[in-house]
């Protein structure tokens, strides 16, 4: 599976938009990019994920770029709620998930 | 509701005393999964199973067992627990089928081996 480089940490205001960078630059055409996010301790929870074509769903919008070596998880309107460690994963069957260290997002009041 | 559940939530225990962590899922799930979590580690895979009675190693199985006799459940056991054991542990599921299937985890359950 294609290894992901996301950085360690980001700020962020309530209320305004998350952006989430993620790069894959191996892989391959069959990988899928997955999001996960994990509050505290608790486990994590499935975000979203994508192929190729932007993908948006009820909790975020994925963007993927045309050579999909990068992509961009938004959070229209971050809440404080939204304070967490943020994985991106690249994977071809989702079975094995293969997490690295996240980006631990933090929303300010 | 959908939900993948451990038991217990949390436990200390002692070196060499064996212990099963329960995890059961109501979503008809064939995958299930196990992990670690350490900190600066990440989560990292314990076993895995595709369906009833197929189970796998996955990258840290050492000192672990695991088995699938219902698709509902999938219990962790210790045989013999050792400190280097003591971590956070998750257990998920997903269906598996064309594509692919995002992955329901548990809660954690929090293992202390003194």
């Known amino acids: 599976d294609a290894k992901t480089t996301q950085p360690p940490s980001m700020d962020c205001a309530e209320g305004r938009a998350a952006n989430l960078p993620c790069n894959h630059s191996?892989?391959?055409?069959?990988?899928?990019v997955y999001w996960y996010r994990q509050i505290h301790s608790q486990g994590p929870q499935y975000i979203i994920h994508?192929?190729?074509n932007n993908e948006t769903n009820e909790m975020a919008s994925l963007i993927i770029t045309e050579d999909r070596k990068s992509s961009t998880l938004i959070l229209p309107h971050a809440t404080l709620r939204d304070t967490a460690v943020y994985y991106c994963?690249?994977?071809?069957?989702?079975?094995?998930?293969?997490f690295g260290q996240g980006t631990r997002l933090t929303i300010n009041p | 509701e959908a939900q993948v559940t451990q038991n217990p939530r949390y436990l200390i225990t002692v070196t060499g005393k064996k212990l099963t962590v329960t995890c059961s899922q109501n979503?008809?799930?064939?995958?299930m999964s196990w992990y670690r979590q350490d900190p600066g580690l990440g989560l990292r895979q314990i076993y895995y199973?595709?369906?009833?009675?197929?189970?796998d190693k996955g990258d840290v199985p050492e000192g672990y067992k695991v088995s699938r006799k219902e698709k509902r459940n999938f219990p962790l056991i210790l045989e013999s627990p050792s400190p280097n054991q003591t971590s956070l542990y998750f257990c998920?599921?997903?269906?598996?089928?064309?594509?692919?299937?995002?992955?329901?985890f548990g809660d954690g359950t929090r293992l202390s081996i003194l």
């Open positions: 994508g192929l190729k």
């Open positions: 979503m008809n799930h064939e995958y």
């Open positions: 191996t892989i391959s055409g069959n990988e899928y």
């Open positions: 998920a599921s997903s269906l598996v089928g064309q594509g692919t299937q995002p992955q329901h």
């Open positions: 994963i690249v994977v071809q069957g989702a079975q094995k998930l293969v």
């Open positions: 199973s595709m369906n009833v009675e197929v189970t």
